[in-house]
C-alpha cells in the first residue's frame, strides 16, 4: 500500500463544475503540498499546508491532521485547469508523492 | 519559471552509456533535490544535498547512480551503464532550508534508453 494515496485517478468534469481531489497518507507528516503538472514535466507547488484551510484564487485546499486526510477543492472549474494535481507529504527532509490525479476540464 | 534549470531537457540514450545531467537551483537556495518519475506515476525521492552535503539517499539510487554538488550551488545527476528501466523524468527542485519550505520544481530532463 502507497504511502500517499489519491482519489479519483482519473477526472473528468465539464467547465463550471465544482472539483473535489481527495489524499489520505499513512505516515508522519510535518506539512501537506498539492503540485499541479502540466504535460511536458513542470510541477508548481499550489498549496502547503500544515492545518486548516488555505484559499487561493478558485482552489482551496483543506487538511485534517487527525484523520491523515486532505482534499483540493476547484470552484467554477475551466479548461485551463487541466492537469495532473499531485498530494505531496513531508515526512523529515522529503517528500512523499501519490501519484496524482488526471483531470480534464472540457469546455 | 520557477527559478531552476535543468539541463538537457530531453536525452536519447543506448543501452550502457552513461549520462549527466545538471540542475541549477535558485541562487539563495541551499537545498537540493533529485526526484524520479515514471509514466503515470507520482515521482520518488532520489536524493538531496544541503549545501554541498548529500544528506540522504534513496534505496533507489542504486550504485550505478551518483549526485554531486561541489560548491553547493549546482547539481550534477550521472547515471552509469544506463539500463532501459532507467528511462524516465528526473526532477531537480531545490529550497531554503527552513521547516515546511516550498520546493521549486525544475522542469525535468526526459531520459529515454534503447
Known amino acids: 500500500k502507497n504511502e500517499v494515496e489519491q482519489s479519483p485517478q482519473n477526472l473528468t468534469a465539464q467547465e463550471g463544475e465544482f472539483i473535489t481531489i481527495n489524499c489520505s497518507y499513512s505516515?508522519?507528516?510535518?506539512?501537506l503540498h498539492w503540485l499541479q503538472q502540466h504535460p511536458g514535466g513542470g510541477i508548481v507547488s499550489l498549496f502547503m499546508?500544515?492545518?486548516g484551510k488555505k484559499k487561493h484564487g478558485r482552489l482551496i485546499a483543506t487538511i485534517n491532521i487527525q484523520e491523515k486526510h486532505s482534499s483540493l477543492h476547484i470552484t467554477a472549474s475551466h479548461p485551463r485547469d487541466s492537469a495532473v494535481y499531485i498530494c505531496?507529504?513531508?515526512?523529515?527532509?522529503?517528500?512523499?508523492f501519490g501519484t496524482g490525479t488526471r483531470l480534464q476540464v472540457f469546455p | 519559471d520557477t527559478g531552476v534549470s535543468q539541463d538537457p531537457r530531453h536525452k536519447i540514450t543506448k543501452r550502457g552509456q552513461n549520462v549527466t545531467f545538471r540542475c541549477d537551483p535558485i541562487s539563495e537556495h541551499n537545498r537540493l533535490y533529485w526526484y524520479r518519475q515514471t509514466l503515470g506515476q507520482g515521482p520518488e525521492f532520489l536524493t538531496y544535498?544541503?549545501?554541498?552535503?548529500?544528506?540522504?539517499k534513496s534505496r533507489l539510487l542504486s550504485d550505478r547512480f551518483s549526485a554531486e554538488r561541489p560548491k553547493g550551488s549546482f547539481s550534477t545527476l550521472e547515471i552509469q551503464r544506463t539500463e532501459q528501466g532507467d528511462s524516465a523524468m528526473y526532477l531537480c527542485?531545490?529550497?531554503?532550508?527552513?521547516?515546511?519550505?516550498?520546493?521549486?520544481f525544475g522542469p525535468g530532463t526526459r531520459l529515454l534508453v534503447l
Open positions: 499546508l500544515s492545518s
Open positions: 505531496a507529504v513531508r515526512n523529515t527532509d522529503k517528500l512523499i
Open positions: 505516515v508522519g507528516i510535518s506539512a
Open positions: 544535498f544541503q549545501n554541498e552535503a548529500q544528506l540522504e
Open positions: 527542485a531545490s529550497s531554503l532550508e527552513r521547516n515546511q519550505e516550498t520546493q521549486y
